[in-house]
């Protein structure tokens, strides 16, 4: 029998699912997974989801010179874990200073409100190029299934193809994928996201 893995970038499709004003959540994920893998249900062997916790620490607020605590207290990864066929993927969530935000530009008296944290996801696009190769390499899978726009996993994606493994791309509804992914797929699929 085929075996199918499908790969999900969370950052991604937390982007998408907000841009398009939707509830984020492990029970929204399962729904885009069941959108996703429509008649392909007996094959799928596995949901493989990376995503990164949210920052826990300590940092310090760019005018007050305050400290601010930083807690994750969102259930999401755990939540999907609990799920059948979820496996987690964590990559790591890394601190890197304060912005201005757009609508504070050229504004007197600036407050720490006037400013967002920024963070940068690290540890994802290699986690997901190792499974790729991973899957690929031990003849796994017959087919992967990547809902993400990470030109990083290109290598990966060519290698898969390379050992004959068939690549199936996820476009979301409101997003489109870079023309180096599609490069090196067999077939896009376009979705529309669930209510």
């Known amino acids: 029998m085929e075996k199918t893995i499908l790969l999900i970038d969370g950052g991604y499709l ?10 984020y959540n492990s029970g929204y994920i399962e729904k885009c997974l069941r959108e996703i893998i429509k008649g392909d249900e007996e094959c799928l062997l596995r949901v493989l989801y990376y995503d990164c916790p949210l920052y826990e620490g300590r940092t310090t607020l760019p005018i007050s010179q305050e400290t601010k605590e930083f807690e994750n207290k969102s259930p999401l990864l755990y939540e999907l874990g609990q799920k059948d066929f979820f496996a987690i993927r964590k990559g790591e969530l890394k601190f890197e200073g ?43 899978v017959s087919k992967i299934i990547l809902l993400s726009n990470d030109t990083d996993c290109v290598p990966a994606l060519k290698y898969a193809r390379k ?33």
């Open 14 to 23: 937390r982007k998408i699912t907000k841009k398009k004003k939707k509830k």
């Open 163 to 195: 050992n004959g493994i068939f690549v199936e791309l996820v476009e979301l509804e409101g997003s489109f994928l870079t023309p180096k992914l599609i490069l090196h797929a067999d077939k896009k699929i376009k979705i529309s996201l669930p209510d």
């Open 98 to 140: 304060y912005a201005l935000k757009k609508e504070s530009i050229g504004k007197d008296n600036l407050t720490d409100d006037d400013f967002e944290p920024i963070f940068k996801q690290k540890g994802v696009d290699m986690r997901i190029g190792l499974d790729i190769a991973n899957y690929s390499h031990n003849k796994l």
